[in-house]
Structure formats: C-alpha cells, structure tokens
C-alpha cells in the first residue's frame, strides 16, 4: 500500500507539491513536538547507528596502531576461524550451545513470570495493598546487577567461614553433596535464570498490568452473569484480551534468544562453570581484551555480528509464524 501510494505520488506532480506542502504545515504547526524528540534522535544516531561503523572490524584483520579503516581486509578469515579453527571452534560452539540453552530456560521458565505476577495484581482489590506489592517486586529492577549478583552469591556461597541461607539449606536436604553450588557446572543455568526473575519479573509485568486493565470490563461481567469462574474469565476473557501483547513481546523476546548480557555471567561464573556458563557475549570479550594477539578483536567484533544476524532471522522467522498462525505480528 505504501509503494502504491508512493507511485501514484510521484506520477502525479501535483500531489507530490500537495503532500510536501501539508507536511511542511504539519511540521510547522507541531515544531514544539519535533523539538522534544530530536534529544532522543541525535542519542540514537550516536549511540545506536554511528557504532555500526564498527561492524567493519569483523571483516579486517584489525590492528589498533592502524585503526579500522587502516587495516588488511580479511573478509571471512575471523567468521571462519571462529567456527572451524581447531583453536577456537570447541569454545565457539559450546559457547554458542550455552548461549541458546541459557535463553531458551528464560522463554520457558522466565518469560511466563510476569504474565502470571500481572494477572495476580489484577486480582487484588484494595489499591493500597496492591501498589504496595508492585512497588516491591519492582525494586530489584532498579539495583545494579552487581548488588543482584553479590546479594545471590551471599545466599549461595558455601566455605569453611561462612555458608549461605539457601546453601545451607540445599546442603541439608542433600541437593549438594559432592560439592559447592557457585563451583557446580550444572547449577549455573538455574542460578543465572533465577537471578533474572528476581530482578526483572516484577518491572517486566508492567506491560502485562497495563495490557489486562485495557481489557473492558463488561466482558467480565457478561461471564459472571452467564455464572463463569475466576479459572473460566481467565480462560475465555483475559488471555484472550492480551494475545496480541503477548504474541509482540514473544516475538521480541525470540529475537533477543541469543542476547544473553555478559554482565551478570561474568558475575556469576568461574572456572568450574565455563562449561555451562560461557556465553557468545563473554567468549567475544576475552577474545577482544584478554587474549595476547591483537588480531583477535576481529575475532570478538565477528562473534557480535555472528549474534546479531541470528538475532534478525529469529524475528523475522518469529513474526512470519505468527502472521501465518494468529493474523497478529509486529509488521
């Protein structure tokens, strides 16, 4: 519709002036608007588009005396030598398995979190009570992923001076007896997906809230009348009412499948968990800074554009599915 509506523009010079002169007026009239939002477009020209500029590095054999644009081009060699090098691939791959692994807990066990917490919320009655409640699950959204990560390596840490509360527990129950959690490989995933239901179920159920209490009331009431429960309005009434939200923010949340943060990994794991906790974003940043050849910032720029162009067909496969299944996607 839009490619038609441009060709009948500029077959037609006449509207074309006409077009370009009403949106001139529209400018004119709402210049104060234009002017809050160039803030935000120049942050996002600088901070968002101008460093797409440093994609190139993935394609050079980047040497930091000569810059990016000084140095060899190298076309494929660092997508190559990260995928089938007999250096690099074992950690390439097992980095790119826990990465999805790791996503893949969070859609399934995490993504849910928040649909449920904003469905409770709704139920509460008494304002007061339920601001209260929401105030309180948002407020670990608001701390820093180093208080996160230290409060939950407090609960957890197990030595000869000191042992957590939740160590001690899993210690006497048996869930530990060969070992320390924050050492076991096999917890690292279930810590690291828990830590994130702390800090964001609460803020994340925001959208859901607002989502629910758009849905009319007079739906309810028709159920109620018709002698339906609270199972049955949530059923027929209130998943309903929220589909196209939560269809929207699973696909974005599938897009964002391979955006695992290093922040918190970094702050998690150690050496007894690199099997299980290493990821795509962490493996780039070691190879970046931490490794004595300098060429390998290539390598680490190439893992982010590797994560990237996943992340693209992900919401693109996502959003077609979902037109071709429920008539409902982001474009």
Not at 188 to 202: H, M, N, Q, S, V
Not at 284 to 298: D, I
Request: aromatic fraction near 14%; hydrophobic fraction near 45%.
């Amino acid at each position: 519709m839009a490619a038609e509506s441009t060709r009948r523009l500029i077959g037609n010079p006449d509207a074309f002036v006409d077009s370009c002169r009403k949106n001139f007026e529209g400018f004119r009239r709402d210049w104060r608007l234009y002017c809050l939002l160039a803030p935000m477009l120049v942050w996002y020209l600088l901070f968002v588009y101008k460093p797409m500029g440093g994609l190139l590095v993935a394609f050079k054999d980047y040497k930091p005396d000569r810059g990016i644009l000084g140095s060899d081009f190298a076309g494929f060699y660092n997508f190559a030598k990260l995928m089938f090098d007999a250096t690099f691939k074992r950690e390439f791959w097992g980095a790119f398995r826990n990465t999805f692994m790791i996503s893949l807990y969070g859609l399934i066990f995490a993504f849910p979190i928040p649909i449920i917490l904003a469905i409770l919320f709704s139920e509460i009655v008494h304002d007061r009570y339920r601001k209260l409640v929401q105030t309180l699950t948002y407020l670990p959204y608001f701390l820093s992923e180093v208080t996160i990560t230290g409060l939950a390596l407090m609960l957890l840490k197990e030595s000869s001076l000191s042992t957590g509360i939740i160590a001690r527990t899993m210690l006497d129950l048996g869930f530990t007896p060969d070992g320390k959690i924050l050492e076991t490989a096999r917890y690292f995933r279930p810590l690291f997906c828990i830590t994130g239901i702390w800090k964001e179920a609460g803020y994340s159920s925001i959208v859901f809230f607002a989502a629910i209490m758009g849905v009319s009331p007079s739906l309810y009431e028709a159920l109620r009348v018709d002698g339906g429960n609270k199972i049955q309005e949530l059923r027929y009434v209130t998943l309903p009412g929220i589909s196209i939200t939560l269809t929207i923010m699973i696909i974005m949340r599938i897009g964002h499948m391979l955006s695992v943060g290093y922040e918190r990994v970094i702050l998690l794991y150690n050496i007894s968990t690199y099997a299980s906790g290493d990821v795509l974003s962490t493996l780039a940043y070691r190879l970046a800074l931490f490794v004595g050849n300098q060429s390998n910032t290539g390598m680490g720029s190439a893992i982010d554009m590797f994560n990237s162009v996943i992340g693209f067909f992900l919401v693109i496969g996502a959003n077609y599915v979902s037109r071709r299944v429920s008539s409902t996607s982001l474009w």
